[in-house]
């Protein structure tokens, strides 16, 4: 998740909360109330061994945050952890049953007329429609849904398939999952037909939510063709349901299976809106997230109720301090981690998420920012390369709206460089907004590092280790680094609730993936630094890391160079094969508006990372595009470059978001 790219204009404190602003900050109360004095005796009292205590701060404060943050079980745990088995194993409270629709949703619609009638979720579609659902209505629909799942023999411990368009009904499917203890495997909308019967083969799932499609820059897309095709392909699925989004019920444009299709209209709401909630155990599975795959086969990453219970709650009441009032908005779709984080986490306190369907730019560049003035949203999260893109725009697009109504930013998903990391924080957040950079992954369904509001900031920041996250850098031989600046690997060295039970395909590859590197350590796999000050920075995938005779670096570190350079916008680094030095750096540029490509300004850039990383890394070659082939949440799909460049197999490329930029890259200039 979040990263950065080098430590060179990052070393000045850009954000320092006022007084004000900490003291009302959620962090802040949880500290007054322990008796906590700073940052620092925060994240020691959390993460460390307590002298002359019998437990670990990590276990004080997973226990203390189940009733601190008002986290409802049924039954009572019996301790807050079971790690007889080493970490890899880890069964946290044992003994506890719960539900996480409960707890999200059940509970709220419970109460007084005033919480019930609450606004769980706004919903824009690119086309201007706004739906909003209250607390009532996402009880009574996620009952709708457990009643369908159970009529078609979903019972405990089945796997239910979500390959749906971003609309709200995807946290009534969610919840409906969690109720009747369903695993909730959530596919990604933009993959194509390869890569959802992949998730559909691998989950066994007999049950599959579609749509018809969904809107995107103006048009629609259809899904369920690709839904049939995948279901071709991976077998399995013996109900399809199907939610109406562009009209296909009425106008009969869509493909159609008799007796195995039904639209949601008839499926789900004809169902009873009443239904008893299953009290779980705590380690009970609730959703299968896949791992992107762009190496390799999908990891399926098995999560638990209890442990994304009080891993998205703690992190979004602490990490983005939510407030009752506040209005939440992260770009995600439900196929990635960051959409169930944001839904459960929000939820748990009664919140109010927003959910936009479309493209950032559609119609024009300023649709997020007049989304937030129009629905006066709180918290605004986004990849750093949407941010690049968007600020290529001009400006002049955010001048008239008022943007004051946000007072957290979020980010993840790629490397920050400090240019668009100012411009986020100047221009979108008005200097004011803190910039909780985040960076953890599907594995944990959280962050591993998450800056507190309350704390100081350095452009591209992450802070430092996430509340009850025990993190270390260490070396090749597993001892923590000790010089400043001294890069390392990134490692856990003790568990979390939400880390995943093991994969589905069992055991053997997930302690071959996580555990192998370092006795009884979890390797994260990124490049890791923390400065004279206590800051920690990120640095790309170790595995990343491209030999250039002998000599790595990171492909972050080498875009971080060129986007330092005042021309380029978007940056893109590649190893490829050379004869001389076994591998070379290739690189790919998106200019600013107004700058011409010219021979003399790519020297220039070569000459710029030589300058910084040393001559061995200049680059071979550097060529010139105008976009980059991006997922639809606006990550550069890195292995898309590298095989257009070396000719090789693209593989299924069905996630890209816009498959016209593989073209541009065949015609680098």
Same mark, same amino acid.
């Given at each position: 998740m979040g990263e950065t790219t080098s430590l060179e204009d990052v070393d000045e404190i850009v954000h320092e909360p006022s007084e004000e602003f900490v003291e009302s900050t959620n962090v802040a109360a949880f500290m007054r109330e322990y008796g906590i004095d700073n940052y620092e005796a925060l994240i020691e009292r959390t993460t460390t061994e307590l002298e002359g205590e019998s437990e670990s701060g990590v276990d004080w404060f997973w226990d203390e945050l189940v009733d601190y943050l008002g986290i409802e079980f049924y039954e009572e745990y019996d301790e807050v952890r079971d790690n007889s088995e080493g970490p890899q194993f880890t069964d946290w409270y044992p003994g506890g049953e719960l539900n996480l629709a409960h707890n999200v949703a059940d509970r709220h619609a419970a109460r007084d007329e005033e919480r019930r009638n609450k606004v769980a979720t706004i919903w824009e579609g690119e086309d201007g429609e706004v739906r909003e659902i209250t607390y009532h209505e996402l009880r009574r629909q996620s009952n709708q849904v457990a009643n369908a799942l159970e009529e078609r023999g979903i019972e405990t411990g089945d796997t239910v398939g979500l390959y749906m368009p971003m609309v709200p009904e995807v946290a009534a499917i969610l919840y409906g999952c969690f109720k009747v203890g369903a695993i909730a495997v959530p596919i990604f909308s933009g993959f194509g037909v390869d890569a959802t019967a992949t998730r559909i083969a691998d989950s066994e799932c007999s049950v599959l939510f579609t749509g018809d499609g969904f809107y995107r820059r103006g048009s629609p897309v259809r899904l369920k063709g690709s839904a049939d095709e995948a279901i071709e392909e991976a077998g399995y699925v013996e109900d399809v349901?199907?939610?109406?989004?562009?009209?296909?019920?009425?106008?009969?444009?869509?493909?159609?299976?008799?007796?195995?299709?039904?639209?949601?209209?008839?499926?789900?709401?004809?169902?009873?809106?009443?239904?008893?909630?299953?009290?779980?155990?705590?380690?009970?599975?609730?959703?299968?997230?896949?791992?992107?795959?762009? $190496?390799?086969?999908?990891?399926?990453?098995?999560?638990?109720?209890?442990?994304?219970?009080?891993?998205?709650?703690?992190?979004?009441?602490?990490?983005?301090?939510?407030?009752?009032?506040?209005?939440?908005?992260?770009?995600?779709?439900?196929?990635?981690?960051?959409?169930?984080?944001?839904?459960?986490?929000?939820?748990t306190f009664g919140g109010t998420v927003f959910m936009y369907e479309g493209a950032p730019d559609h119609p024009e560049p300023d649709r997020f920012?007049?989304?937030?003035?129009?629905?006066?949203?709180?918290?605004?999260?986004?990849?750093?390369?949407?941010?690049?893109?968007?600020?290529?725009?001009?400006?002049?697009?955010?001048?008239?709206?008022?943007?004051?109504?946000?007072?957290?930013?979020?980010? $993840?998903?790629?490397?920050?460089?400090?240019?668009?990391?100012r411009w986020f924080y100047e221009h979108v957040g008005g200097s004011e907004a803190p910039i909780v950079n985040i960076s953890g992954g599907t594995e944990i369904c959280g962050c591993f590092l998450m800056p507190m509001p309350s704390e100081p900031l350095k452009p591209c920041t992450l802070g430092g280790p996430g509340l009850g996250m025990d993190i270390d850098i260490v070396d090749a031989t597993g001892e923590s680094v000790r010089e400043e600046n001294e890069r390392g690997y990134l490692v856990a060295r003790d568990s979390c609730p939400s880390m995943t039970k093991s994969l589905w395909s069992g055991d053997e590859r997930y302690l071959e993936e996580y555990w192998s590197r370092f006795d009884d350590m979890w390797n994260h796999g990124d490049w890791a630094q923390k400065d004279a000050d206590g800051f920690w920075f990120l640095h790309g995938r170790a595995d990343d890391a491209l030999n250039v005779a002998g000599r790595k670096v990171g492909p972050a570190e080498v875009e971080g160079a060129l986007i330092d350079h005042d021309a380029v916008n978007q940056a893109a680094a590649i190893g490829a094969p050379d004869d001389t030095t076994g591998t070379a750096v290739v690189t790919y540029v998106i200019l600013e508006d107004g700058r011409e490509e010219s021979d003399d300004l790519r020297e220039e850039l070569r000459a710029q990372v030589g300058e910084e990383l040393g001559k061995p890394f200049r680059p071979r070659e550097v060529l010139f595009v105008d976009e980059f082939p991006k997922t639809q949440s606006g990550k550069i799909i890195r292995r898309a470059i590298e095989a257009t460049y070396t000719g090789e197999d693209l593989g299924d490329m069905s996630s890209i978001e816009n498959p016209d930029a593989l073209e541009d890259l065949e015609d680098a200039r």
């Open positions: 349901i199907v939610f109406d989004r562009l009209g296909s019920n009425d106008d009969g444009d869509v493909p159609w299976t008799d007796d195995r299709d039904e639209w949601w209209a008839d499926a789900v709401e004809s169902q009873s809106d009443e239904y008893e909630t299953k009290s779980l155990p705590a380690d009970q599975e609730s959703m299968l997230l896949y791992s992107s795959g762009t $190496t390799g086969k999908p990891k399926g990453i098995v999560h638990t109720h209890a442990g994304v219970q009080v891993q998205c709650s703690k992190e979004v009441h602490f990490g983005m301090d939510l407030k009752p009032s506040d209005r939440f908005f992260w770009v995600s779709d439900i196929g990635w981690m960051m959409g169930p984080w944001t839904l459960i986490g929000t939820h920012w007049e989304m937030i003035d129009r629905h006066e949203l709180t918290q605004f999260g986004i990849s750093p390369t949407a941010i690049r893109a968007l600020r290529k725009h001009g400006d002049e697009w955010l001048e008239d709206h008022d943007l004051s109504s946000l007072r957290l930013l979020g980010s $993840t998903g790629e490397p920050w460089d400090p240019e668009s990391w």
